[in-house]
């Protein structure tokens, strides 16, 4: 590629904004969450503006939607970007949907500029990266690698009890492609940063090098349901305060292992959650991350022996479910090579880092040759509605994308 060709920003953001528009939160973000009729919503017009620039579509059998920009040699596998569009309840409008808006950008771009590539090259939507309605997060993408089982995905309940496969039939995105038959010779994701380091270190593009290892360990702590105000202190088997306790430990034991750690309670359910019961039984989720690997087994097993403790100190019973489990993971070097190129020629400054979220890349990376490219956001905020990136990191990161891609497809 001799010229440095460029996308165009402007469509791309109206794109963005009118996706943005789809499942709106209740303060500027999103709220579009997996097989929802709003996540129902944003597939179909986004399979309208694909259907547009002249890609097919496949669907597999969990939704994930895969389109194909035709190239020289069909035989060979295609290059492939993609991300996701469902978001968190107070999601905001960048966090997987500029990765999969990205891609198609830049297929519109090189259908402007009629450019032909070797391998076709593919974009996609996995289903339910976030993981907040389904667990665990990953979901479809840890499917098409075979890292989640594909049945237990199907059958997974929501909070309300609602099962996957119902939900996703609901919204006519059963698809009949067997999930990991689509071929890929490499994968691409852009992702905005989701942190605050390239912002701050006036930074335009994170070669993202590896992904941080996280561990969802699901407690349930029964204890007894008691009237509040007739039953003596030492008599109470309080299944919220051993949870207040847990949590307060999990945190104090993530405080006492920096660095490279990070660990915090985000769902909790109490029952019965009446003011004036004891509470019987709580379930909550412990999320920790590191991408030292043995840093996670320690932790583990430490906040297996604070659940155990604390709860046998009280007389409640528990158990511990092992809800989502991934391994920190090293990129493609050849593929990270590829961003660090594009970035290169565009002379944008760039620099590596590791990803302190998990993406679909990183369950992608354990089959297929994969890598990231991040963008700065505003004061590092996302899994917020106040999530915001510059229009020019948008334009920077889908170059450098775009360039990696077309070098890949060569
Ligand atoms: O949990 C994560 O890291 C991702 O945002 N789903
Ligand atoms: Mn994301
Ligand atoms: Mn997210």
């Known amino acids: 590629m001799e010229s440095n060709i460029s996308i165009n920003i402007d469509r791309m953001w109206s794109t963005l904004m009118d996706m943005a528009k789809i499942g709106p939160g209740i303060a500027g973000g999103n709220n579009r969450q997996t097989l929802t009729h709003e996540d129902g919503e944003a597939r179909q017009l986004f399979q309208k503006w694909c259907n547009n620039a002249n890609l097919e579509m496949n669907v597999d059998e969990l939704g994930s939607m895969f389109f194909l920009r035709k190239g020289i040699d069909n035989e060979l596998p295609p290059v492939v970007i993609g991300s996701h569009l469902d978001t968190q309840p107070t999601g905001g409008k960048y966090d997987g949907v500029l990765g999969v ?13 009629d450019i032909k590539t070797k391998r076709p090259i593919m974009i996609v939507n996995w289903t339910n990266e976030e993981g907040c309605r389904f667990a665990p997060a ?12 594909v049945n237990q995905i199907l059958n997974t309940k929501d909070l309300d009890g609602k099962v996957f496969k119902e939900e996703l039939a609901k919204i006519g995105w059963n698809g009949k492609e067997k999930v990991g038959s689509q071929k ?32 969802w360990l699901e407690v349930e702590l029964i204890g007894v349901e008691q009237h509040t105000g007739t039953t003596p202190m030492n008599v109470r ?25 990070v660990a ?29 690997d043995k840093k996670l087994k320690d932790i583990e097993a430490k906040i297996r022996s604070i659940v155990s403790k604390i709860s046998e100190d009280h007389k409640v019973k528990f158990t511990i479910k092992d809800v989502a489990n991934y391994d920190p ?37 354990t089959k297929i040759p994969a890598a990231m490219i991040m963008c700065p956001c505003v004061d590092g905020i996302s899994h917020n509605e106040a999530e915001e990136i ?11 994308l775009m360039h990696a891609a077309l070098e890949a497809a060569q």
């Open 184 to 215: 890929m010779h490499c994968y691409f994701e852009l992702h905005i940063e989701q942190g605050p380091i390239l912002e701050k270190e006036n930074i335009d593009i994170g070669v993202v090098t590896h992904g941080q290892g996280l561990r």
């Open 329 to 365: 993971i090293t990129f493609d070097k050849n593929c990270v090579n590829f961003i660090r190129n594009a970035a290169k020629k565009y002379n944008y400054t760039y620099k590596d880092i590791v990803s302190g979220a998990g993406h679909d890349a990183c369950a992608v990376n």
């Open 101 to 113: 808006l990205a891609g198609l950008e830049i297929i519109r771009t090189l259908n402007d500029l």
């Open 264 to 292: 915090s309670v985000g769902h909790i359910e109490v029952y019965p959650n009446s003011r004036n019961v004891i509470p019987g039984k709580t379930i909550f989720t412990i999320d920790f991350r590191s991408h030292i």
């Open 138 to 149: 990953l979901m479809a993408s840890s499917g098409f690698v075979g890292t989640v089982d």
């Open 390 to 400: 510059k229009k020019e990191w948008a334009l920077t990161s889908t170059n450098v």
């Open 237 to 261: 088997k309080d299944a919220g305060l051993v949870m207040a306790k847990i949590i307060t430990e999990v945190n104090n034991l993530a405080n006492n292992n920096q660095p490279n750690l």
